[in-house]
């Protein structure tokens, strides 16, 4: 497979291994709404923010939609748009080996880039995902008017569609469009909802299905030349007269036709063409930053709601968790929330505080911008708004003494089981991975901070252990009655050989609590 080489590519492809876990810290200030929704907008560096919700949403995240800055001087001035083609290729590069680990197996992830960058682009999502993982090249109308000013005026963007499961896989799980066919109607308000009619007739010759059907005048029909009765005698009784489908046009002269609900129609696949009539362009997402601002000047090339509404339904469900990690002016933000999807959305510039933060206010106030009134939305939700805090590791890669223990807790079972930590908080137990159970010892977890009741592995401590994991899981302590442990703590006061015996390893915080690469 074809790679991209650039100057700084080797330590460029290694950078998010090396990248700080840092705290999230929430600033109650700016948060708006209600607490409980799991929607998230943090200010910082992208890369650390990625990181840092790693050992939380490592392989949760179904839709990441992203606008990185195209390295064209055309995207917003909140970014460093002018950089040299390499170091664009090295800053986009580990932003994707982590957007690629915290997306779902059955997730998706949808790259917004012009024309000058795609190319480059294709091939190091193909290198970080998959080639195997490719899905489609949207091209988006983005703009109608003509652009006079270049060569040859850009009247569209690529959207670049991967799937970790493939696209085969991934289509199982992907939502189909609306069937939005005209010719729906209900003249005769059958209760089902409207309907369009199409001919109770097939091709060729099946001799079961060649009858004669008497109308509703008297009339008694034969099949159209060539053609026989689109099922058997027996079947069309039924539809006739129990599923009350057929329908005889002509005031009931004409042959025979079958109802087809809008509602059983099972939508239409997505194509790659994406107009600007139906998904909207840079003007009107102009439009609606201006209403919501007053300042549309702030985002050069901002998102229309629609396209992201596409998007949202295409490649996820309400309660489905979204990220974008470019979030501009926090477009993605506010459609999922309109749409019951959680959202988490990082921006690293000061217009996460007076750009993003307001508009999503707007959004739980029942703004009626965008999409709004397409969906029907008044309003509701909320959103917190996080701040990167200090690393959680210090500068030899041990975990820092003041940390809290779900914090803690998150980084230890995160690195052990590759996947994030669902406790809450309240038990040394932090669960079972491949017939092994997991326990921390830290911050008086068990009470107190004295060795008998705290951080220290005893005799005590373990038979607390033993306890939590039995009733938290009977059936594996009891098929497992020798099952193994890993316990985290300050200290161990059981000798090596009862360790042994017990099938118990001990590791030391915050000495062997290392950083996950």
């Known amino acids: 497979m074809p790679i991209l080489n650039w100057l700084t590519r080797d330590q460029d492809t290694k950078a998010a291994a090396k990248v700080p876990y840092r705290l999230l810290e929430e600033v109650p200030e700016h948060s708006a709404g209600a607490s409980d929704t799991g929607n998230m907008l943090i200010q910082g560096d992208n890369l650390e923010a990625l990181k840092a ?4 949403y490592a392989g949760r995240v179904k839709c990441i939609y992203i606008d990185p800055p195209y390295n064209t001087g055309a995207a917003f001035e909140h970014y460093d748009d002018n950089l040299e083609n390499s170091i664009w290729l090295g800053t986009i590069w580990p932003r994707l080996e982590l957007l690629r680990d915290l997306l779902a197996e059955d997730g998706s992830i949808w790259v917004n880039i012009d024309d000058r960058q795609g190319h480059y ?14 899905v489609a090249n949207i091209v988006w109308q983005k703009r109608t008017s003509r652009e006079n000013r270049k060569a040859i005026g850009s009247a569209h963007d690529h959207i670049l569609v991967y799937a970790p499961a493939g696209a085969q896989e991934w289509k199982k799980h992907r939502n189909l469009l609306p069937d939005t066919e005209k010719g729906y109607a209900n003249p005769d308000q059958d209760p089902k909802g409207p309907w369009r009619s199409i001919p109770f007739s097939a091709q060729g010759f099946r001799k079961n299905q060649m009858y004669k059907i008497t109308t509703p005048t008297g009339d008694v029909l034969d099949p159209p030349k060539g053609r026989c009765w689109g099922a058997t005698e027996p079947e069309f009784i039924r539809l006739r007269d129990i599923e009350k489908r057929v329908y005889f046009p002509k005031n009931g002269r004409g042959r025979p036709r079958i109802k087809k609900y809008q509602f059983e129609e099972s939508g239409l696949a997505p194509m790659t063409w994406w107009t600007a009539a139906e998904f909207g362009d840079n003007q009107q997402a102009k439009k609606e930053i201006l209403e919501l601002f007053n300042d549309e000047e702030a985002f050069d090339t901002p998102k229309p709601e629609k396209l992201i509404e596409r998007i949202l339904h295409i490649a996820t469900n309400p309660g489905d968790v979204v990220l974008d990690s470019f979030l501009g002016s ?3 933000m506010a459609v999922a929330i309109k749409t019951g999807r959680r959202s988490i959305g990082i921006e690293m510039g000061d217009h996460a505080v007076t750009y993003c933060a307001p508009r999503l206010r707007n959004v739980i106030n029942g703004e009626q911008g965008g999409i709004s009134q397409n969906v029907a939305w008044q309003g509701g939700g909320g959103f917190r708004f996080y701040r990167l805090g200090p690393p959680v590791f210090d500068e030899e890669g041990h975990i820092r003494s003041d940390i809290r223990f779900p914090v803690l807790a998150s980084h230890i079972w995160f690195s052990e089981a590759d996947r994030p930590w669902d406790g809450d908080g309240n038990s040394p137990l932090l669960g079972i991975h491949d017939g092994r159970a997991y326990a921390l010892l830290y911050n008086g977890i068990l009470g107190d901070k004295r060795p008998q009741g705290g951080n220290v592995l005893t005799r005590a401590t373990l038979a607390v252990i033993r306890t939590t994991i039995a009733d ?11 099952y193994p442990l890993t316990v985290y703590g300050e200290q161990s006061r059981l000798t090596p050989a009862t360790l042994d015996r017990e099938q118990i390893t001990f590791k030391q915080t915050p000495y062997d609590v290392k950083a996950r690469t």
Not at 53 to 56: A, D, G, I, R, S
Not at 121 to 134: A, N, P, T, W, Y
Request: aromatic share 12%; no cysteine.
């Open 121 to 134: 682009l294709k091939v190091i999502l193909d290198e970080v995902f998959g080639r195997s993982r490719f």
């Open 472 to 482: 938290a899981d009977p059936s594996f302590a009891k098929k497992n009655p020798d």
């Open 330 to 332: 926090g477009t993605t």
């Open 53 to 56: 919700l790693l050992p939380f």
